[in-house]
Structure formats: C-alpha cells, structure tokens
C-alpha cells in the first residue's frame, strides 16, 4: 500500500504569537516549530497500517526549507521518505494544488492529512484536493481500519458519530482518537537522518485568496478568586465590573 | 498545568550560550547535528507531557508500599519503564556497536533535564540504570556486559547503587558487607545490609541488578580494601532468588514515586556477587563514575527548581492582589502580584538561579563531551577543569534550589502551602539533592581540601583563565562592561581568599577547612556571576543574529543585572568570614550547646 501524508510546520502550541510589518507577517524570532498536531495524529495511524499491510510511507510539506526540521521529524517517527514542495503556502488552494499534483502522479491508495492545521484552521485542503482528483474526501475521520481494498471509518458529526465505507483510494481528514501520537525512539530519530528528503517545485502559483492582516484577540483579563460562599460579591463583579448580566 | 520548564531558554543555553554544535567536529559525535538534537529535545518534551507530568502528584500522594517482601509501585511506572528502555533514552550515549547512539552527555542531560521537570520521581529509574550500567561495560568483563547490561539498557531490569550501610554512609571507609571468595574466580558469597538504596526493589521491572561496595575477606582496612561486585536479585540464567531480600522501606519527604529501600544480602548465606574489574579498586571504579552523576544531580536540583519558578510565575501573572504603592481608592481594580517589586524579587531571585544553575551545568556536562574525545593536554586541561567544577554544579543547585522553590512557595502566599498547587511537592522535592550524591559538607571538603590545591591549583587557574577569557570577550559589548568591571573585582577577591586560605592548609589543617562549605558557596557565587556573563555574551549575539526575541532578551539581561546586585554581592560577606581568624565552630563544645 502506498501512503502519502501530508503535513503543515506550525508553531509550537505554547508560542507566543506576534506579528510584524503593520500586522500583516508573523513574527517567527524564537518560535519552536512542529507537525500539526492533527496531521502528527494522520501520521501516528499511517505508520500503524503501513506496519500492517506493508508498502510505504511517503510524507509531504508545502514550504520554504526552514520547514525540513519537521520533515525530519516525521522520518523518525516512522515514514519512509519525505517531500518538500519548495513554496511558501499562500493559501488553502495553492497548497491543495501542489498536494494533488504531486499525489496522482505517485498513485496513492491512502492519502492522509489533519483535519486542519492549528495555524491558519481552514480545514479546506483535504476538501479541495479530493476535488482535484476526484476521490472522494473524508473528515473529520477519528477511526480508520483498512480491509483489502476498502476502509472502514468513523468521522466526527454534531452531537455523535458517522460509520463510513469506502473504496482506496481516497482522502481523509484525520483527528484524535485515530491512534496515539508517536514519540519517535533513539534509533529512529538517527535514522531520519539518512532517509531521503527530496525537494520538488510548484506546479503552478495559482492562489484564491491573501492575507491582508492579522489581529490578536484582546489580552486576557485577569482572574479574581471569589469565595463560594459570597454570591453577592460574584453577582456583583458580573454586574459591574465584566457587565455581562 | 503551567508549563514546567522553558522550552526557548534550553536551546538557548544548549545552542547559542554552549558551543554543543562544535562537537560534531570530533569523529565520535560526526553523526548528530542540531536537527538530531531538535528531534531528541521534542521527543523527550512529548514523554514528559505525555506519560510523566501527568504523574506528577498522584505518585506523591500514592507512594509505594512493602507488600510480602516485594516493593509495590505506581501501577503507570511500568510503562514509563518500557518507555525510557524501548525508546534508547538508557543507553543513548554509548557507542553503536553497543546498541547505543553515540549522543553526546550535554544532549542527553537536557533531555534529563526535561524529564526531571516534569516528574522528577519518574526520572530516577533510568539515570540510575544508565549509571549502574555504566560501571559495568566501564569496568566489567565481557561475560558481564553480555549477561546483565541489554536488559538494563531495554529497561526490563533496573539497576542500582548499593554503598551506604547503617554504619558507613558519607565515610564509606567503614563499609562492613562482606564478599567470601567461592572458589570460582570472580564469584563471591556475599553478605551484609544495605540502607536508602534507591529503586532497590520493585515491580515495574524482573530483576534488580546491584552495583554493589564490599570488603573481599581479608582485604586491608579503610577504602582501599573496597570491591565492586555485581549482585543481582534474580540469579541467571534461570532467575531464581539470589538471597537479596527487602528488610524495608523508607518513608521519604520527597520524589516519593520512587522508593528508597533497606536490603539485606546473604541472609541465608546463598547471594551470589560477581567481582567488577579488579579486586580492592571498587571505590576508585565508583568515584570516576560518581562525577558524572553529581553534575546529574546538580540538574536534578536546577529542573525541580525550574519546575517550581514556572509554576509561580504562572500563578503571579493570574492572582490579583493589592494596589500600586501609593494608591489609597479602594474601588480601583486590584493589581496582578506580578506587578509588585518583592513578587518580581522573588521571581528573578528563582530565574537567576535556576537559569545560571542550567548555563553550568550544560557548560560541565560539554567539558565531560570533550574529555571523551579530546586527547593529550587538551583534555587534561578540560579534565582538571570539569573536576574543580563539579562540586560546584552539585552543590550550588542543590542548596539554591532548596531556597528557590522556598520562594516559590511563597509567591503563592497560603495557596503554596497547600497541595491544591504543585509548589509544595517541588519544595519537598529539591530536599534532597544537599544530600544524596555526597552531602554539601562533603562536597566543600573535596573542593577547598582537595580540587582547589591539587596539581599545584592547577583548576583553580584554568577557572580564572576561563573567566578572565570571558571579560574580555564581554568588554566588546559597551552595556556589559558594568560587570566585566564588578567581576574582575570579584575574581582579585576569589584569588585573594583562596590563597589565604591555602596558606593555611600546612599551618592549621582544622581552621584551613572548617568553613569548607563556606568557601564552596563562596567560590560558587562568583562561578554562577561567571556563568551569567557568558550567558550576557550570547544573549547580545544571539540577538544580533535574529535568533531571539525582544522579551526574552531583556528578561535574561534584566536577570543577569539581578544576579550581580542581589547574589554577587554576598561574596563580600563570605571573604569576610573566611578571612577572620575567629573559630566559634572550633572552639565551641559538644557539652556547651
């Protein structure tokens, strides 16, 4: 079985977000980088059932080269070989095309990816690169089992869950519980090293969309403890201070 | 939870203020690069999260318990076990052949470092398994590694360090265990007890291997008629019971996930030890490991530390309480502590120590690098000079840090003295650390009484070397030459006061070493400004170069400034002291107090 993930280079979840150039770039001055946490999740699953069925595990960024690091990363986890597409991702479609293009040239059974990333939260590539190649696009899928040529999965819906089956190959959005994320091993990560990281070029620099700024959302207020017996004093503070009642 | 350590201040340290890259010139390490140390750091950032933090106040609250003579556990240590052993955290500085990774010690402290952060109990399983294991492919035969060290390595078997007896503790001189020759060359009934032993027994593993000191029958007396034996608790091949039994268990202040046991070998005159290297050298074999593991401790110390000041830094930047100085209208909003000049003295009095405790010890653990694969004066040079610092590196984080996480306790007002918040375990925590690994008296001793005089000061002059070094690479940069001028008033003083007190080393034994300690917190104070200045360096490139930010630029150089106002400055009082010809511990008498 083939296997392409695709993974987005985010900041760290803990870093402090800041912009520059009139709001309009952000700030990367000491920002820890890492795979989307829902795409390491596409990861930890398509290691499991490449282990399962055999075949192999290619994983693909759309970026500039600062985002090899978090290649890397993926090889000790367990993929086999990376891919840089050697773009900055404008936006939801551009990276779309480049996915799709270079996916239908590999032909792949099973094509992975988080149900967005925690950077931009779009959650449209999966969409739009099922369209591109006409496959059919799964999210938010949080189970996933692979039985010959069809798969069987759970996805995410209001207030419950949805049973799918589907024919290979085919896109899927993927989110936790669908495996455990990996924490790649000694072995692993010295192996990475070695492992091919090739770099290809656009296809095409087509884009639906750009950022003209970003916005912070208002700093946090600060916490007052109130006892629990002193109801007034919270009706009080909700009253006059935060105004909400 | 709040974060437990600073994520951006470890690479930092480990990449722009500790030459760790460089090492990758030496053929050892020609394999690693920053990306391989980036891959380890966030793997060992995601087990903490995951599998260790978690943890955290559950294994205090639920410490392990003697049952049927067997050691019961956290039922989660288990698989952290199997996680350190399956993951190559064990053994991931030994070389490929011996299914290691060849990384260097500064990478795997930090990665330590992490752990310790998060769970310091957790942590202490594996660094004592790598430490026992280590002794044995050091010293051991081939037959040894082979039999015991892969399954130490896979963390299916816990390794130990069994040295103090009831009556031989910091004075292992008096060691009584026995070890009866058998008639089978290098196999010796064993026979004695052994107290405090950590992980001596417990269920998350299937056999216990002892690194354990006895006296061969016949030996000569004092240290050097000690040996070092391998002594496991299941004998092989069949691992069945070698006579090692848990007499008991401590119960302890502190890292209480991890017990401390009372052990008895021999008890029916059937426990098997085999001999490690040569006969009557186990104390020798012992110390060239031990130095390893204090500048371990001294980390230990600096992550319970770090743990406890981001746990108060979190609070004070939430907890609104009290007004600006001068504002008397009680309608205005309350301030957030953080705010207030003592809260942020507290704060940066923890910073200063735990971040300049991290610069050492980082900086230690990269000469214990370069003594692995430099050669000739070189590395006697970098030897001599990682002698004399270590303990320093243990002690001054392991003393700090008990009065750092003191103030972070504090910070958190009565809310710190309850365990709704993790500041009390933390204070607990750090308890140790002046203790185990050779107490702070005796870590003075070794310094002032030993490291100081021997080779003719030799590491004494290659720390001044090293720090005057530093001034002049600091008085490039205009805003640190306020300090290169206080240091280099320091260092005269550090000179002056160390030749005092070496004159009297001939003269007056007792008085030159009465205030050992005194001295090691002495010479420590100016090591750490030392540090902070090298720390100030970096900072000033790394900012240049665009790899740091504005806030974490100046909140370092703020601390930096901090350090030298409030800490430095104690040195004065300390020359004081340790120049003065009046002895009141001396003369004072037992009968008298």
Known sequence: MKILVCITHVPDTTSKIQFTDNNTKFDKTGVQFIIGPYDDYALARAVELRDQTGGELTVLNVGEAETEPTLRK?????????????????????????????????????????????????????????????????????????EGQSAKMAREIEGGKEYIEVDLPFIAGCQEPIAEWKIPNMRGIMSARTKPLDVVETISDETFSQVNAFQLPPAKGAVQLIDKDNVEELVRLLKNEAKIL | MSSFYSKKDLRFQLFQNNPVLTLSQYSYFKDHGKETYEMILDAADKIAN???????????????????????????????????????????????????????????????????????????????????????????????IDNFTPKMYSGEWQGTMALTE??????????????TPTGEEGVYQIKGQKIY???????????????????????????????????????????????????????????????????????HDNCLGYLVGEPHKGLSYMFQMMNEARIGVGMNATAIGTAAYQASLAYAKERPQGRKVGEKDPARPQELIIAHADVKRMLLFQKSIV???????????????????????????????????????????????CLTTSAAVQVLGGAGYTTDFPAEQYYREARIHPIHEGTTGIHGLDLLGR?????????????????????????????????????????????????????????????????????LEFLSIFTLAWQWLRQGISL????????????????????LEYFYEYELVKMKALAEKLTSSHFPTIKMKAEWF
């Open chain 1, 74 to 146: 993926a090889l000790a986890i367990g993929a086999d070989k990376a891919i840089r597409v050697n773009a900055f991702p404008k936006d939801a479609y551009f990276v779309a095309l480049q996915i799709a293009h270079y996916a239908k040239e590999g032909a792949y059974d099973l094509i992975l990816m988080g149900r967005e990333s925690i950077d931009f939260n779009g959650g449209m590539v999966h969409g739009m690169v099922g369209e591109l190649l006409g496959m059919p696009s799964i999210s938010p899928v949080m189970k996933l089992d692979i």
């Open chain 2, 540 to 559: 000033k490139e790394a900012k240049e170069n665009g790899q740091i930010g504005e806030a974490f630029y100046l909140g370092k150089m703020t601390t």
């Open chain 2, 166 to 179: 009831p009556d031989a503790g910091s004075s292992l001189t008096d060691l009584s265990t026995q070890a």
């Open chain 2, 355 to 401: 971040e300049g405790s991290l610069s050492l010890i980082l900086y230690c653990a990269y000469l214990s690098d370069l003594v692995h694969v430099q050669k000739g004066q070189e590395r006697e040079a970098s030897r001599t000079l990682l002698d004399l610092l270590t303990p320093i590196a243990k002690s001054y984080p392991s003393e700090m840090c």
């Open chain 2, 451 to 519: 490291k100081v005089i021997i080779q003719d000061g030799m590491g004494f002059t290659l720390l001044m070397k090293a720090v005057g070094s530093t001034i002049r690479e600091a008085n490039v940069h205009e805003s640190l030459k306020r300090y290169t001028e206080v240091l280099s008033h320091y260092q005269e003083l550090s000179q002056k006061v160390t030749l005092k007190l070496v004159e009297k080393a001939r003269e007056n034994p007792e008085e030159f070493l009465a205030d050992a300690t005194l001295y």
């Open chain 2, 197 to 267: 032993i950590s992980c001596g027994d417990h269920d998350a593993c299937t056999n216990v291997v002892h690194l354990l000191l006895a006296r061969i029958k016949g030996a000569p007396a004092g240290t050097k008629g000690i040996s070092l034996f391998v002594v496991p608790q299941k004998r092989l091949p069949d691992l069945r019971s070698n006579d090692v039994l848990t007499e008991g268990i401590y119960h302890k202040m502190g890292y209480k996930g991890a017990p401390i046991a009372h052990l008895m070998f021999g008890s």
């Open chain 2, 50 to 144: 995951a599998s260790l933090l978690p943890y955290l106040s559950e294994m205090d609250r639920k410490e392990p318990v003697l049952e049927n003579g067997k050691i019961r556990l956290h039922p989660a240590m288990k698989k952290i076990l199997r996680q350190f052993g399956e993951g190559g955290w064990i053994n991931a500085p030994y070389t490929y052949e011996e299914g290691g990774q060849q990384i260097p010690q500064v990478i795997q402290l930090a990665a330590g470092f992490i752990f310790q952060a998060a769970n310091y109990s957790t942590s202490v399983f594996p660094f004592l398994t790598s430490g026992a294991a280590n002794l044995i492919r050091t010293f051991g035969s081939k037959t040894l």
